[in-house]
């Protein structure tokens, strides 16, 4: 006891606080601190909200706005320039007996089909080819993209002088193997065929790198077990392949069809200065350029209004689909 309170005793002081600085608290007075805490706590709460709000605002003043001052045009009467006059339903009404939306419908629907079709079995089909180890194939997987990258009205002018009916290139090959040379403008199935074949070309790369990314995620292991029990590549492709990227094919799918509800700058810059009617005869008329046609043209917003509604609803129509797609589909694989 002695030796330890000599030791404390021997001890150097502890040095007194210079003079004019006062010794720090890491407490700090209470109401300090607590101002301290509230706002470190208000800045947890809205930094995120802050961070999306740019988000938000540029989706109401381009987003919802517009779709919600659509709505209301659809309802009304009014021309450019004009005021709008109450019709309620009225719009809707004349567009179901307008043979000229129906006709704009079922070409929607037709070109839909033979654009969508086509170009997701060929962008499939290059996919799997992508996916074996070829020489070059980081040239070829960039190359399948360069249409995609092409602007539309370049590659539609391109492929309108292929398809002209007196000095195409498409023509002129149909000749060479004896066969007569085809109207690619005025006739309806083959011109919605050039039209289409401008979709395929532009969309089958870009959709064959989505396969291609969803094709390299499949587990080695599967392919391993298939060939050990004497699967063909063709057999593993079906079998394989083709179970584990459904949900991307769902997806392709959806997009696509969603693409082609929305098709305008094909069919217009194809027909020149008839491509705002959709041919002479409206034989490759869509949704997009019939309400282009009525709100620019003739000047009736409101009909073209109803139009755009339409087409939101057919676009809701088929995202139910796919969510009803999706819930069979878990369905089956859960049981």
Known sequence: MATSARAANDSPPIPPAPAGRPVR???????????????????????????????????????????LYTGWLSLHQISLGGEGEWRGLDNYIRL????????????????????????????????HLLNYKLRGRAFFRVAVLAPYATSIAAATLVFTQLFNADYGLINSALGWVGFDPVDWQSS???????????????????????????????????YEAAAIDGASRWRQFISVTIPSIRPTILFTIVVSTIGSTQLFGEPMLYGGSIGISGGSGGQYQTLSLLMYEKGWVTGALGQASAIAWVMLALLLLIGLVQVLFKRLNRRKLEG
Not at 111 to 126: D, E, F, H
Request: proline fraction near 7%; charged fraction near 10%.
């Open 25 to 67: 608290s890491s407490a700090g007075p209470p109401e300090k601190q607590s101002w301290r805490s509230r706002l470190y706590r208000w800045d947890l709460k809205a930094t995120p909200y802050a961070f999306v709000a740019p988000f938000f605002l540029c989706f109401a003043a381009f987003g919802l706005f517009p779709l």
């Open 96 to 127: 179901w007996d307008s043979q000229f939306f129906w006709n704009a419908l079922r070409n929607t629907f037709t070109l839909g089909v033979i654009s969508t079709v086509p170009q997701l079995l060929m962008a499939l089909g290059l996919a």
């Open 188 to 222: 309806k199935w083959p011109a919605q065929i050039a039209i289409s074949t401008i979709v395929i070309w532009r969309w089958t790369g870009y959709n064959a790198l989505i396969y291609l990314a969803a094709m390299q995620a499949v587990p080695g292991e599967l």
